[in-house]
C-alpha cells in the first residue's frame, strides 16, 4: 500500500531556533500534501495545502511566515517552523495525496519547544 | 466544509460489533465519505470510503443512508487494538481543495 514517511518522529530545540520536518511518499507521487497540527487530546487541525512547484495555501489563522513549507518534488514536501516559541510545540502531520491511493498519513512529529 | 457529527465516546466489548454513527446532513452530492482512526501519538489510518452505496473491506463496513445525510461504521469483531479515536470526515471537492477537514472525531475504547 502507500506509505509515507515523516522525519524526524521527535525534535526538541530551542527557542528561536528553526526546526524543518520532511514528508516523503516512497512508492507514489503525491498530487498534494497537507500539513496539519494537533494539540494534546484535540483534533487535527488542517494548516496547508501543497501542490507541486506551487505556493502552499495556508488556512484560515496560520502564519505563513512563521510555516514554511515547500513543495519541491511530488514525492517530498517540507514544513519549517522558523523562529521556534514553546507555544508551538506539537503533534505536526503529513498527508500525500493522490487518487486512486488516497489520503495517506505520516507517523507524526513531535516538536517540543524548550 | 461539510461538517460531521459524531458522539464524543463509546465503550464496546471485545469480540461485539461496533457501530460507529455520523451526521453529516450538509454533505453535497459529490462529496465522499470516509473514515480514519488514530491511535495514540500516531498518524491517522485509512479505514474506509464511500459515496452513496454500502462499502466493505476486511476492516470494517461503511453504510450510507439513502439521503446520505447519515452514516454508519461497522468494526465487525472488535477487538482491544481497535481502541482508537475514530474520525468521520466528509471531503471536500477538488474546486475546494481536496482537503480532509477532521472534527473531533469518537473516542471509542473496547473492554475486555
Known amino acids: 500500500g502507500a506509505v509515507v514517511s515523516q522525519h524526524p518522529s521527535w525534535v526538541i530545540c530551542k527557542s528561536g531556533t528553526s526546526v524543518k520536518i520532511e514528508c516523503r511518499s516512497l512508492?507514489?507521487?503525491?498530487?498534494?500534501m497537507f500539513w496539519y497540527r494537533q494539540f494534546p487530546k484535540q483534533s487535527l487541525m488542517l494548516m496547508a495545502t501543497?501542490?507541486?512547484?506551487?505556493?502552499?495555501?495556508?488556512e484560515q489563522g496560520v502564519e505563513k511566515d512563521k510555516f514554511l513549507i515547500n513543495h519541491a518534488s511530488l514525492t517530498l514536501s517540507t514544513l519549517t517552523v522558523t523562529s521556534a516559541h514553546p507555544e508551538d510545540s506539537s503533534f505536526y502531520i503529513c498527508?500525500?495525496?493522490?487518487?486512486?491511493?488516497?489520503?495517506?498519513f505520516g507517523s507524526g512529529t513531535r516538536l517540543t519547544v524548550v | 466544509d461539510a461538517k460531521t457529527t459524531q458522539p464524543p465516546s463509546m465503550d464496546c466489548a471485545e469480540g461485539r460489533a461496533a457501530n460507529l454513527p455520523c451526521n453529516h446532513s450538509?454533505?453535497?452530492?459529490?462529496?465522499?465519505v470516509y473514515w480514519y482512526r488514530q491511535i495514540h501519538s500516531q498518524g491517522p489510518q485509512y479505514i474506509i470510503h464511500g459515496l452513496k452505496n454500502n462499502e466493505t473491506n476486511e476492516m470494517a463496513s461503511l453504510i450510507i443512508t439513502e439521503d446520505r445525510k447519515s452514516s454508519t461504521l461497522i468494526l465487525p469483531h472488535a477487538t482491544l487494538r481497535d481502541t482508537a479515536v475514530y474520525y468521520c470526515i466528509v471531503r471536500v471537492g477538488i474546486t475546494a481543495g481536496n482537503k480532509l477537514t477532521f472534527g473531533g472525531g469518537t473516542r471509542v475504547l473496547v473492554k475486555p
Open positions: 512508492d507514489f507521487q503525491a498530487t498534494t
Open positions: 450538509t454533505i453535497s452530492g459529490n462529496e465522499y
Open positions: 501543497s501542490n507541486e512547484g506551487s505556493k502552499a495555501t495556508y
Open positions: 498527508s500525500a495525496h493522490r487518487d486512486p491511493y488516497g489520503y495517506t
